[in-house]
């Protein structure tokens, strides 16, 4: 793997974006979950991880997590009695799905 691959997350540690499975924000913090279920707290905020995953395939569902689009194992739309889209990752975890970017992430997926 060459070091043009690794995205630096905060400080002088720099990971590998296959190895990230989502990112919540926490105020000016950010926890960063890995596809081997450890996590850690970064003191970059969500905003500007964001544009240094930009070239990998993630996806910001709302506006405090980012999710890594190839651990998606399902999604469901908007059901009938009003609960809103959400986004289902290989590991359990259930993500809401913002209202406005519902559409972007079906064309996304599709």
Known sequence: MEIDTFVRIGGHKK??????LM?????????IY???GSCIL???NIGILEKRLK???FFRSHRSTIINLKYVSDFEDKDTIGNSSSIRLINGTKIPLSRR?????F???Q
């Open 15 to 20: 990971i590998c974006p296959t190895s990230i």
């Open 23 to 31: 990112l919540k924000a926490d105020i000016n913090y950010t926890y």
């Open 34 to 36: 890995f596809i081997d």
């Open 42 to 44: 970064s003191s970059t």
């Open 55 to 57: 070239e990998s395939d």
């Open 101 to 105: 970017k519902a559409a972007v992430f």
């Open 107 to 109: 064309k996304i997926i």
